[in-house]
């Protein structure tokens, strides 16, 4: 009765390790995702701000008239 136990037991141990493993893997995956996106989200403010800069500088005489 007892080794049943322990056998059991260290089925339990095998799933639940096997289980961390995978988790692991999303776990470290979703990491990645997470720094390209905030990546993605800094060059993307760049951007946005380089092009306001730029927009300020027009002037309606650099503007082309909507029918051209």
Known sequence: MNEDRIVNLEI???HQDHFLMQLNEVVMKQSKVIERL????????S?????????????????KPPHY
Not at 38 to 45: A, C
Not at 47 to 63: F, G, H, I, W
């Open 12 to 14: 339990k141990f095998s």
């Open 38 to 45: 905030e990546k993605k989200m800094i060059d993307l403010k």
């Open 47 to 63: 951007m946005m701000n380089t092009s306001a800069q730029v927009d300020q500088n027009r002037t309606l005489a650099d503007e």
